[in-house]
């Protein structure tokens, strides 16, 4: 293992290097163009990178052969055949001088964003030293973005391509692996992976600004960071820069053990957060995720996105109503058509009172739940593999495995069971309230094998109380003998709700509440 003195070392050389670079001069290549990168299949391909202005660059890829020419701002880019899966291929350029990229993949290529549960390592998650030992798999690639920020959109990042192995799996997103596995076992190709995560940030750092501006129920976000974003200070730049050296070491010593004097030592304890900026822990700026580590790829091919996020937006539950399924159609238009994106909803984390019929973490459940309303998306229901006590839980390899499963239907139709039962309607009858499901395949049935709990009802009075239920059929039937007179069912509905319902597939059953009556954090 590294010691965090190289590592520091190694962070401050390369972006002293990223900063001095020449534009012109020799071909260059972006970081997403390198030694054992994949490329989507069956897509377009494009290449770009610099060069001397006027500089003609030759390009030689699988029998293909291209020159195009740089132009007066000395950037050049072109355009290759859609290709099968497979490989490994070699890609020369060659201008003033020659570039070989070799070991390229064609297969499939997914980007993976969010915030600290996507970005926990492998080695953090559960069963590190098995899951590592056994990580050889060289069809699988791996890019890890660097923690930046910007203020417009950058042309390259600070990554490398590596294949998967014990050596590089480590300090990956476990949540990524996991499901880049998963989906490279089903497939049977090539799967690439782009971790560009950040632990912290609340969703409207990785859209475009000017998507959030041109939103009435967004734009008073827009309009709280104005001033920030006209400004384009260097000081918050140099800020947040310093922060994402300082987080990436502080979450690489709580996952190695290297003591926090050694950090200290170099000074990053004291970075102090500007008085009049109102920044916080991580980039909460609107954009300026996305301007420095997803920007960078919006002229590669990608099959898809998956999104491990919310905690960060939880206290604003109803403004992610509008914010993520605006997220969602922001990538869709940078990337010019309808990306599959998969996501995860919130697990189970915090409180879990039965006589709390309100829960801000509930209602960004629900947010997480409409936006299924968008085609091509598909959600990984967490709520029964979570840890009250910690709002990382470790149990990453089943929710890669759940994204995988809504990947192979949102982007490849496969024929499977991906999703729990999510409400459908419900009905009143003297025997209380029946509820109906989507894909409730292979009959609903409790995880434990006792009769569903999890449920809360109330009358016209808005009180809930804990419900009884059983499965009749293709039904669960709620009811109480306190309420005789029920208008509204919930389901899960807390911090860290107590509740098994499942299908037949064993994927468990969103939370959910049939009334739309005002919750905590609705808008005044």
């Known amino acids: 293992m590294k010691s965090l003195k190289k590592l520091l070392f190694f962070s401050f050389m390369l972006n002293i290097i990223t900063v001095v670079s020449p534009v012109g001069a020799d071909v260059r290549l972006p970081s997403m163009i390198g030694d054992n990168m994949l490329i989507q299949r069956d897509m377009d391909i494009t290449l770009r990178g610099w060069a001397d202005p006027g500089e003609r660059v030759k390009i030689t890829f699988a029998g293909e052969n291209v020159t195009v020419k740089a132009d007066r701002k000395g950037t050049w880019k072109t355009t290759l055949s859609p290709m099968n899966a497979g490989g490994p291929y070699e890609i020369i350029f060659k201008g003033k001088n020659t570039i070989r990229v070799e070991n390229v993949l064609i297969g499939e290529l997914w980007l993976c964003s969010g915030q600290s549960n996507m970005e926990m390592y492998v080695q953090a998650a559960a069963d590190p030293h098995n899951e590592i030992a056994h990580a050889y798999h060289p069809e699988i690639r791996l890019f890890n973005v660097d923690n930046e920020v910007g203020f417009v959109p950058a042309d390259d990042c600070v990554g490398q391509w590596k294949v998967c192995s014990p050596y590089n799996v480590p300090q990956f997103s476990a949540a990524a692996y996991y499901f880049g596995r998963a989906l490279q076992d089903s497939l049977g190709v090539p799967v690439g992976l782009i971790n560009a995560s950040w632990g912290g940030t609340p969703a409207e750092v990785w859209m475009r600004p000017e998507s959030i501006a041109s939103n009435p129920v967004l734009k008073p976000l827009y309009d ?15 800020y947040y820069h310093e922060l994402g050296i300082w987080h990436d070491n502080i979450y690489y010593m709580m996952n190695t053990g290297e003591p926090l004097d050694i950090f200290n030592s170099f000074g990053y304890s004291g970075i102090k957060v500007p008085d009049t900026k109102g920044l916080v822990f991580a980039p909460n700026v609107p954009g300026i995720c996305y301007h420095s580590m997803v920007a960078p790829f919006t002229d590669f091919a990608i099959r898809g996105a998956i999104w491990y996020q919310g905690e960060s937006n939880a206290g604003r539950a109803y403004e992610y109503r509008t914010l ?10 940078l990337w010019g058509r309808e990306i599959p994106f998969v996501f995860v909803q919130l697990t189970a984390f915090g409180t879990n009172d039965p006589s709390i019929s309100e829960s801000s973490w509930a209602e960004l459940r629900e947010a997480q739940l409409m936006t299924l309303d968008l085609p091509a998306t598909a959600m990984a229901v967490t709520i029964d593999i979570g840890d009250t006590k910690d709002i990382h839980p470790k149990n990453k390899q089943e929710v890669g495995r759940r994204l995988a499963l809504g990947a192979l239907k949102a982007a490849y139709d496969c024929d499977i069971a991906y ?5 459908k309607t419900m009905l009143k009858s003297n025997k209380g309230i029946h509820l109906r499901f ?6 609903l049935a409790t995880s434990d094998g006792n009769l569903p709990y999890g449920f809360i009802v109330a009358g016209k009075d808005g009180t809930f109380v804990p419900a009884s239920a059983e499965i009749v059929g293709n039904e669960v039937v709620v009811s109480s003998h306190k309420v005789p007179d029920p208008v509204a069912v919930r389901y899960g509905w807390a911090g860290d709700p107590a509740c098994n319902l499942v299908n037949g597939a064993g994927l468990p059953a969103s939370p959910f509440r049939t ?7 609705a808008p005044k």
């Open 515 to 521: 009334d739309d009556w005002p919750g905590i954090t």
């Open 324 to 333: 993520f399924p605006a997220l969602i159609e922001d990538w869709r238009a």
């Open 224 to 238: 709280k960071w104005k001033p920030v974003l006209d400004e384009k200070s260097p000081e918050i730049v140099r």
């Open 419 to 423: 999703s729990g039962p999510v409400f």
């Open 438 to 443: 989507l894909h409730d395949e292979g009959g």
